[in-house]
């Protein structure tokens, strides 16, 4: 009896001093709309493997969108990248919900002209102001014209309603997708967990990180304020893959956004690696490192 009850806190030692289990490496993308990052040397030297590209519903009835569009997915292609396409409003009709046919048929078009194009999601930080049912429509639409796609429920954005609203969708849509995209700027930024682990408990399915990424300036009108700077943003991009990305295996893949923020900067939003200046951030040099710590450990 003695040498049982020794044995027990022995075996405890013993599971205690095992490494915990790894979670596989996450997928590293960068979300931009702009195909210039693809000739970029330093993107290339990155060899990322994702892109994600947020992409009006009816992009191929627009002659010039579609020009611009070719041009992007040559440069993905051409770097070995694998796009995601979000699903978006359009700005000849901005407030108009497409049918889930006439989404389907986006669909379709975009993989008859690109057929490497597995990866969906039905629609842009839908939680903002779609409703659940009608987005759930979409997603049930898509992810049966095209089987052998992933089809993100939506992307989520990390707002107050996020985790109501994406229950609710699951109860109109009947089941729960495999994967969601999630944009967790606020948890970033703020150097928190909270919002992106309690999502994580409340929903089922796997999570992209379809945006995130440390804010160098913003003049969007929030009411919530959190430190922004090259410098802030280089920390932040070490928090995203040091502990938010860490949080659950269920995390696969992390898009950050954006590459560069084109000339002359964004008007009211700044999260890039590259300056207006074309000049490389502190952030760059923090994804250079994770980018090569992921590569030493396949």
């Not at 991009?237 to 938010?244: D, E």
């Not at 950050?256 to 502190?282: C, I, K, M, N």
Request: with cysteine; glycine share 8%; net charge positive.
């Amino acid at each position: 009896m003695r040498r049982a009850r020794l044995l027990l806190p022995l075996t405890l030692l013993a599971l205690s001093l095992m490494p915990a289990a790894a979670h596989a490496a996450v997928g590293i993308g960068i979300a931009d709309n702009k195909p210039d990052m693809f000739t970029d040397v330093r993107f290339q030297a990155l060899h990322l493997s994702y892109a994600r590209l947020d992409l009006r519903w009816d992009v191929l009835s627009d002659v010039d969108a579609t020009a611009q569009l070719d041009t992007w997915m040559a440069g993905a292609q051409a770097t070995g990248v694998r796009p995601l396409i979000t699903f978006d409003r359009s700005p000849a009709r901005i407030s108009y919900n497409p049918t889930p046919q006439q989404l389907v048929g986006a669909m379709k078009g975009l993989r008859a002209r690109y057929p490497f194009v597995k990866d969906f999601s039905s629609w842009n930080e839908a939680n903002m102001n779609k409703k659940p049912a009608i987005v759930a429509k979409w997603w049930l639409a898509l992810t049966k014209a095209c089987p052998t796609c992933t089809v993100l429920g939506t992307d989520l954005l990390d707002k107050p309603n996020m985790i109501p609203w994406a229950q609710r969708f699951v109860a109109a849509a009947g089941r729960t997708p495999k994967v969601w995209g999630l944009h967790n700027y606020v948890d970033a930024n703020t150097l928190s967990t909270k919002t992106t682990r309690k999502l994580l408990t409340s929903i089922g399915g796997n999570i992209w990180f379809t945006e995130t990424g440390g804010i160098v300036r913003r003049a969007n009108n929030s009411k919530l304020i959190f430190p922004t700077g090259t410098v802030r943003a280089a920390k932040v991009t070490s928090f995203i893959f040091g502990r938010l990305a860490k949080l659950s295996p269920r995390i696969q893949r992390v898009y950050l956004y954006h590459w560069d923020t084109g000339v002359g900067g964004g008007p009211t939003w700044d999260s890039g690696f590259v300056g207006p200046d074309g000049e490389a951030r502190p952030a760059l040099s923090v994804l250079q490192g994770v980018v090569a710590r992921s590569a030493a450990h396949r």
